[in-house]
């Protein structure tokens, strides 16, 4: 670059330091009124009854996600099955849930052996740090699950 | 409503049982009914809420999306080419339109 | 007493926040790291490089990438008649590919016409009320967004090249003068965080050089496409300024000075930024 910016009065780090401690604890206090309010355990546990009832044993699912999303409006997700996908085994249905946003549910996939391979990706919301939980319905009447904290941060400028 | 614009990428031929890549992403707001506008007011909840698809209609894929899906969803799942045919597209929208997009696949 | 307080409170705040960034922060992928290579030049780095692998991946691909999705709604605008000379952009220009190509990457440029510093998207509303007798289309619009990301798409990996010198220079001074004024209430100018603390941790981001080779971009934090003079005014409303007017002499200024700190980075139009 030609053009060198002059060199300019340093910013203290005390304005550095204010800035991002203001912020910081407005976000803690934010956080102890969280609007809407999260979703109730239970309700998971509901919303992923939908897919079917009974006691997921955890494994044979994958979720892929980042530990720390860039940006909580849009976490990419990729879920993957341990299935061979054919007619004498495979993944029925994928239920995904998030226990920190106002609603449990995020979404239901369908799938057969059509499919050929059990991943999907898509992307989803995240009000805040929290946990999402993945169960598989296998066509044997089998279930499996998965469970990924993801964190969510408030960007520099609290953004 | 200007929802409708998609986009959609499958390979357009594929060799007879290969598994492909289904990639998809459509324009629509998925407002989930908690945020709010400028003026503090609720937006109203109005998301897509299944996305289906079907090879030479027959389903091959279903999702419900709920308000926790972020905007202008994008979807990724598989298929086995299995015979050539025309793969369909549709969402559903909760005030009832509908969405199309649709590909050719020759299958070798 | 009371400034022993303030002391405590600022101590505190900073452990949080060096606490926060410790446990948070993501890492910047590395100069080095190939996936990233053709978005350093020299000292310059895009916002490419201070993305995570997966939201880096979402821009790389033209299906995930959700900007397509206005770049196809300005390619149909592209071909729309409009106006009372019944024409439309292909009627004069053609195919795009072709008769766009690296235009936009030297822009903000001196218009002819006026002698004035304008910038792309102020030239593709001359080219509708002054061409094709069209109403101008309004800043932000869908219309707007989706035209000039389609225009700039065709200057894709391109190196941004704009004129600094002869009848620019008094606009690129202006724009420099506009990033290294403080203003607002933190009292803070667009060099303190772009030059003098970027690659440095605020909270849980990487400060970034706000380089702006990839707008219109779409921001994960928007969940829309947005033109490079949104991101101005919501800088200015994070640091507690009043923003300007869309269009705004300065802002357009401001284009073209820090465009030309990126000279030769590639641009990244619809980029994806967080």
Known sequence: ?159 | ?108 | MIMRQRTGLIALAAVTAIVLSWVFVRPVASATDPSVAKYIVGDEKSGYVYLDAQTRAMEDDDISNPGFLWVDKGKTLWNTVDGSAGKSCAACHGAAESSMKGLAATYPKIDPHSGKLIDIEQRINQERTQRMGAAPFKWESQELLALTAYVKLQSRGLPVNVATGGPAHQYWLAGKQYYETRRGQLNMSCAQCHVEYAGQHLRADTLSQGQINGFPAYRLKWQTIGSVQRRFRSCNVKIRAQPLPYGSPEYVALELYIASRGQGLPIETPAVRK
């Open chain 1, 1 to 159: 670059m030609s053009n060198d910016p002059r060199v300019l009065p340093a910013m203290t780090r005390r304005d550095l330091v204010l800035a991002a401690g203001g912020g910081v604890l407005a976000t803690l206090v934010a956080g102890l009124f969280p609007l809407p309010a999260s979703a109730d355990p239970n309700d998971v546990k509901k919303w992923l009854s939908t897919v079917a009832s009974g006691t997921p044993t955890p494994g044979k699912i994958t979720i892929g996600a980042p530990d720390i999303a860039e940006n909580g409006n849009v976490v990419p997700i990729t879920l993957s099955v341990d299935s061979p996908m054919t007619e004498q085994s495979y993944v029925k249905s994928i239920a995904i849930a998030a226990d920190g946003n106002p609603l449990p549910g995020v979404a239901i996939v369908d799938l057969s052996p059509a499919n050929g391979k059990a991943e999907v990706q898509f992307r989803m919301r995240l009000a805040k740090t929290q946990t999402v939980t993945a169960v598989a319905l296998m066509n044997d009447n089998s279930l499996w699950s998965a469970a990924k904290t993801i964190k969510v941060t408030i960007g520099g400028c609290g953004g």
């Open chain 2, 1 to 108: 409503m200007q929802g409708v614009a998609s986009r959609l990428l499958v390979p357009s031929t594929a060799k007879k049982g290969d598994v492909i890549e289904v990639k998809t992403i459509i324009m629509h707001p998925m407002d989930s009914g908690y945020s709010k506008d400028q003026n503090g007011k609720t937006i109203p909840r109005e998301i897509i809420e299944t996305f289906s698809a079907a090879y030479n209609g027959k389903q091959v894929f279903k999702m419900q999306l709920q308000p926790s899906i972020s905007s202008n969803p994008f979807v990724s799942f598989f298929m086995k080419a299995e015979q050539s045919g025309t793969l369909e597209l549709t969402w559903v929208d909760q005030d009832g339109s509908v969405y199309k997009n649709q590909a050719q696949i020759t299958v070798t």
